[in-house]
């Protein structure tokens, strides 16, 4: 085999840039080994990361396990991962200090997300001097982000808003951004999926050329696979019967997510009284699913190992008629005990469970080394407020899921003493990250119990 092939990580093509999938003949394999050396991650495998957001608290009876262990049974807010139930854990009694107002009055949506990848007290601003704290996933990112293509990823089904008064007197920025870059710099996700794919599978470089690309496929209504074709086949004449299984099972992913969005767009443009967002789905649920999938395509792909995920900002009025709830999120989370408002709580936090059962069970579909790619995972899925019409900050609802390259205890219910800092899962996911951090926003020291 030669040099110049075993060094293989792309598909090319006109503007077209195809990270590849792990192959056994190529060079992912040892690549990784290198990096997992260099960068202390466990096993040859390097790890990845996601944070996945879901807003304004949940109906917590519903939502928190009765016991406690390996034993524990899933509530009912939790069933649609039942057959997930030994991929993850669910940890209660964890805080964000930093969310409550803290002589700043009211807020709490706002100082929910704004805390929530941070542990910092957001600065109570509607202006331009907004002043948060520097998120987790960016702090891996700064320290590994250049080992591959892409140092992170960011992503939301709410468009992006930097500017306006949201929430009593909080910047709109503070609510509709996960990701900061820096203290002032929040960095805005991506809604629209196909914007997402052209920065999956473009050239990476910008320019003419990438715009041309893109501007010729979408005139001939041709697949970005159809640029990389010749590329393809030209690698698959080195390739095993394994390797080709995997890459056409991979070739098939990205097709399926281009057909997703040109129906997206088709549907749109059969709307003349309401222009929507190119390549937005009318359907919540295949908005998420999209959005799961191209993260799962970017870990696949290594072409980052750092995501985030709003799935709605904190305070969302978005309403579930899908479900038999039209009623608007955050008017009914003030529920003050109301029955009838409760069960459509529980009912929505129930839709969300459905939706990331959907993401781990794409993750654990894939093979990787002598796993899965969600062995090869942490992801964090929850909120910044527990019951919300109390806007709680503590006994957050969370659930840690993926292996962690083998570091990880799953299936399970831990529980924490109360008061126990969100940020010390996090110092806990950059140890295991290869990232030195010695404390991390509010953090008292690492979650040992999480492995």
């Known amino acids: 085999?030669?040099?110049?092939?075993?060094?293989?990580?792309?598909?090319?093509?006109?503007?077209?840039?195809?990270?590849?999938?792990?192959?056994?003949?190529?060079?992912?394999?040892?690549?990784?080994?290198?990096?997992?050396?260099?960068?202390?991650?466990?096993?040859?495998?390097?790890?990845?990361?996601?944070f996945v957001y879901t807003p304004n608290g949940k109906n917590m009876e519903h939502w928190t396990p009765g016991n406690d262990g390996s034993s524990y049974d899933l509530s009912p807010s939790l069933a649609p991962l039942?057959?997930?139930?030994?991929?993850?854990?669910?940890?209660?009694?964890?805080?964000?200090?930093?969310?409550?107002?803290?002589?700043?009055g009211g807020g709490d949506h706002a100082?929910?997300?704004?805390?929530?990848?941070?542990?910092?007290?957001?600065?109570?601003?509607?202006?331009?001097?907004?002043?948060?704290?520097?998120?987790?996933?960016?702090?891996?990112?700064?320290?590994?982000?250049?080992?591959?293509?892409?140092p992170s990823l960011e992503l939301s089904c709410d468009e992006a808003r930097r500017a306006g008064n949201c929430d009593s007197g909080y910047s709109c920025s503070y609510q509709f951004n996960l990701a900061w870059k820096s203290e002032t710099t929040p960095l805005a996700p991506e809604r629209d999926p196909k914007l997402a794919f052209e920065r999956l599978f473009g050239s990476g470089g910008?320019?003419?050329?990438?715009?041309?690309?893109?501007?010729?496929?979408?005139?001939?209504?041709?697949?970005?696979?159809?640029?990389?074709?010749?590329?393809?086949?030209?690698?698959?004449?080195?390739?095993?019967?394994?390797?080709?299984?995997?890459?056409?099972?991979?070739?098939?992913?990205?097709?399926?997510?281009?057909?997703?969005?040109?129906?997206?767009?088709?549907?749109?443009?059969?709307?003349?009284?309401?222009?929507?967002?190119?390549?937005i789905p009318e359907s919540y649920q295949e908005h998420i699913r999209l959005m799961f999938d191209l993260q799962v395509l970017a870990f696949q792909t290594d072409t980052t190992r750092i995501s985030t995920f709003l799935l709605a900002h904190d305070g969302s009025n978005r309403s579930f008629p899908e479900i038999g709830v039209p009623d608007a999120h955050h008017g009914?989370?003030?529920?003050?005990?109301?029955?009838?408002?409760?069960?459509?709580?529980?009912?929505?936090?129930?839709?969300?469970?459905?939706?990331?059962?959907?993401?781990?069970?794409?993750?654990?579909?894939?093979?990787?080394?002598d796993g899965t790619l969600?062995?090869?995972?942490?992801?964090?899925?929850?909120?910044?407020?527990?019951?919300?019409?109390?806007?709680?900050?503590?006994?957050?609802?969370?659930?840690?899921?993926g292996g962690g390259g083998g570091t990880l205890k799953k299936g399970r219910h831990l529980r924490l003493r109360d008061e126990t800092p969100m940020c010390n899962l996090y110092l806990s996911m950059m140890d295991r990250m290869g990232v030195k951090t010695a404390n991390f926003g509010d953090s008292t020291g690492k979650l040992d119990a999480i492995g």
């Open 82 to 104: 039942k057959d997930l139930k030994s991929e993850f854990q669910v940890i209660s009694g964890l805080k964000h200090e930093k969310a409550q107002a803290n002589g700043d």
């Open 206 to 279: 910008g320019g003419s050329e990438e715009d041309a690309a893109r501007a010729k496929r979408e005139f001939f209504n041709k697949s970005v696979l159809d640029f990389v074709m010749e590329d393809a086949r030209s690698l698959q004449k080195h390739l095993g019967y394994t390797d080709k299984q995997k890459l056409d099972e991979y070739l098939s992913s990205v097709r399926d997510i281009e057909r997703r969005l040109t129906s997206a767009d088709q549907f749109s443009q059969s709307m003349p009284d309401y222009k929507k967002p190119t390549g």
């Open 1 to 50: 085999m030669s040099h110049e092939f075993s060094r293989r990580r792309f598909l090319r093509g006109l503007g077209t840039l195809m990270a590849l999938p792990a192959l056994e003949a190529t060079a992912p394999f040892a690549a990784r080994a290198a990096t997992a050396a260099k960068t202390g991650t466990a096993g040859s495998l390097p790890l990845r990361m996601a």
């Open 374 to 401: 969600l062995d090869n995972c942490m992801i964090v899925f929850g909120g910044g407020i527990s019951d919300p019409d109390r806007h709680n900050h503590d006994d957050l609802p969370v659930i840690l899921a």
């Open 111 to 150: 100082r929910a997300n704004a805390s929530f990848l941070t542990g910092v007290q957001a600065r109570k601003t509607a202006g331009a001097d907004i002043r948060n704290g520097i998120s987790i996933d960016q702090v891996a990112a700064n320290d590994i982000g250049q080992l591959t293509r892409l």
């Open 332 to 369: 009914i989370s003030h529920h003050q005990r109301d029955a009838s408002k409760l069960e459509k709580i529980a009912k929505i936090d129930t839709y969300y469970s459905e939706q990331f059962a959907y993401f781990l069970q794409k993750l654990k579909s894939i093979k990787e080394g």
